[in-house]
């Protein structure tokens, strides 16, 4: 309120079950990822549900989940390189309703045919590096 924000546009809820959780991202038109550790799963979770967020990338591995998940959805340009350009990033995708509008309405579609959600690939990948592990391992122990 202090910078100018109306006390009725700024809503606090506690803790709800999971999935009054998700239902409730339907009164969300963007996430703000919060920093210097930035959100995972909260993130994954706002995309599914349709849910742009815009966030920092910071210089840490728990500073860059959302910069990951967002750039494997082809929205690297949601992610801020500074907290004033977090700011101002935030400001212009809120002001452009109909862009927002037609992101929102094909994100879950772009999430779903991300790296983030092919089981198959995460599998096979999996597989290689354990086999990959394994014959390491292997040519290690008899050459013992």
């Known amino acids: 309120m202090a910078h100018g924000l109306p006390e009725g546009r700024v809503a606090l809820e506690g ?5 009054a959780l998700l239902a409730a991202y339907g009164g969300i038109d963007i996430a703000l990822d919060p920093f210097p550790y930035a959100g995972g799963l909260t993130v994954c979770e706002a995309l599914w549900m349709g849910v742009p967020v815009v966030a920092l990338a910071g210089d840490s591995f728990c500073a860059r989940h959302a910069l990951s998940h967002l750039a494997n959805i082809g929205l690297p340009d949601w992610v801020a390189a500074s907290e004033a350009d977090y700011v101002a990033l935030a400001i212009e995708r809120a002001r452009d309703l109909p862009r927002l509008a037609a992101l929102r309405t094909g994100l879950r579609a772009r999430v779903a045919a991300a790296p983030l959600c092919d089981a198959p690939r995460f599998g096979r990948a999996l597989a290689a590096a354990l086999r990959n ?3 390491a391992w292997c040519g290690q122990a008899t050459s013992l």
């Open 15 to 19: 803790g709800i079950p999971h999935q």
């Open 133 to 135: 592990a394994w014959r």
